[in-house]
């Protein structure tokens, strides 16, 4: 149980991935106009990395590492996510349209989406069990899910700041990124 | 020739100008030795999968082409993964995650998209040994700010005094998301530069036509 929870901490605060790993930038940069965008993404991108990583991880457990095909990991996982990515896209529009409204444009986003192969990838090198890697996954996300809506809510104020010619845009919410892992670096004593 | 090697190197500049692929950027510019390996990879797999996708571009049905291209880049990466652990297995160890992210660097895909399908396999090599010089360009120009800075060091040889303590913050995570932020605002501020002087340069001519034909 300690276990468990030292992972929640550690991939919500600790190791964020996108302050400490530098994964899922491009995204974050990308879909940071609007708090509410950036919700939507968050939710989008918190889905598919739980899905992603339990579909990976079995895959990982039952068939490569069986058959000792482990070199095989980027291409089978990035395989898998996509088609995962397509099928979540699916399934949403027939079943739930509301859903599939809200979070239908983030999807085929994903895919390229360094932090779901990151985490799936990840999850396989620090030897996770199965309930690990889940929390781990869910963890990572919800980390990935407060940077995004933090960031989104700074940057609303910024864009009516005066800022220099050169720096509008990416260059200064980049700065406030880094301002923003100087504080999450405060946690680094926690686990 | 000479026009998409400019274009990939300053115009376009990946890094600096569309601002794609920067998580390996943000990751392995610590020192300027990972720095290189990595640009070493990014390179290897854009240029051979600029070919293959290029190649392949009349077969390629055009509703299944970004799955294609997914596993054409993978199978790359999985390579340059292979060779670097084989040869530099400490680098390898270090760029860690970041060697398989290749895949899903942006940067490559775009190319793939919007060049590689379109053009014959001579101007793909082309943009693509481009593209990755202007990715080196930036990765390098962090590598070296923060390994300067941070440690005093280059390549891992010391070149400021040994009596340097180094400056932690270049070196951390919070250094680099500022860094890099402030490196694309100084490319920016060089190539409005540039365009300005171009703009008046031809502006300068034109002043000049009437008065000749004054004279004349």
């Known amino acids: 149980m300690a276990n468990i929870f030292q992972i929640i901490?550690?991939?919500?605060?600790?190791?964020n991935y996108v302050f400490a790993r530098f994964l899922g930038i491009c995204p974050l940069l990308g879909v940071s106009n609007k708090t509410e965008t950036a919700a939507g993404m968050g939710v989008a991108v918190t889905f598919v990395i739980t899905l992603a990583?339990?579909?990976?991880w079995v895959v990982h457990e039952f068939v490569l590492s069986q058959f000792g095909l482990e070199y095989l990991m980027t291409i089978v996982f990035i395989l898998v996510i996509a088609a995962l990515v397509q099928f979540v896209e699916m399934f949403l529009k027939k079943s739930s349209p509301g859903l599939y409204n809200a979070l239908g444009v983030y999807l085929p986003l994903i895919t390229t989406n360094c932090v779901v192969l990151g985490v799936a990838i990840l999850n396989i090198t620090s030897e996770y069990n199965f309930i690990e890697m889940i929390v781990n996954a869910l963890g990572s996300s919800i980390g990935?899910?407060?940077a995004i809506v933090f960031l989104a809510a700074i940057r609303e104020r910024i864009d009516i700041a005066d800022v220099p010619e050169v720096f509008k845009g990416f260059p200064i919410s980049l700065v406030t990124v880094g301002l923003m892992s100087m504080a999450f670096m405060g946690f680094q004593g926690l686990v | 020739m000479g026009k998409i090697l400019k274009n990939g190197i300053l115009y376009d500049n990946t890094i600096f100008v569309q601002l794609i692929g920067l998580c390996a950027v943000l990751g392995v510019s610590t020192t300027a030795t990972n720095g290189f390996f990595m640009s070493i990879a990014v390179i290897f797999v854009l240029t051979l999968s600029n070919v293959f996708i290029s190649l392949f571009r009349n077969f390629t049905p055009d509703k299944i082409r970004i799955p294609i291209f997914i596993v054409i880049i993978a199978t790359f990466v999985t390579l340059v993964d292979m060779l670097l652990n084989a040869?530099?297995?400490d680098v390898h160890a270090?760029?860690?995650?970041?060697?398989?992210?290749?895949?899903?660097?942006c940067l490559i895909l775009a190319r793939a998209e919007s060049f590689a399908s379109k053009n014959g396999v001579?101007?793909?090599?082309?943009?693509?040994?481009g593209m990755g010089l202007g990715y080196t360009l930036a990765?390098?120009?962090m590598a070296i700010v923060r390994e300067l800075i941070g440690s005093g060091t280059l390549f891992g040889l010391q070149i400021l005094p040994e009596s340097y303590p180094g400056i932690g913050a270049f070196v951390s995570a919070p250094g680099s998301f500022i860094i890099l932020g402030v490196l694309i605002a100084v490319f920016r501020w060089i190539l409005t530069a540039i365009e300005a002087k171009r703009a008046k340069a031809p502006a300068e001519k034109m002043a000049q036509v009437p008065t000749d034909s004054v004279s004349a």
């Open chain 1, 9 to 15: 901490i550690a991939s919500i605060f600790v190791n």
């Open chain 1, 53 to 56: 990583s339990a579909i990976t």
């Open chain 1, 144 to 146: 990935f899910l407060i």
């Open chain 2, 87 to 89: 040869f530099v297995p």
């Open chain 2, 94 to 105: 270090q760029l860690g995650v970041f060697i398989p992210l290749i895949v899903v660097n």
């Open chain 2, 122 to 129: 001579f101007p793909s090599i082309v943009d693509g040994i």
């Open chain 2, 139 to 141: 990765i390098m120009s």
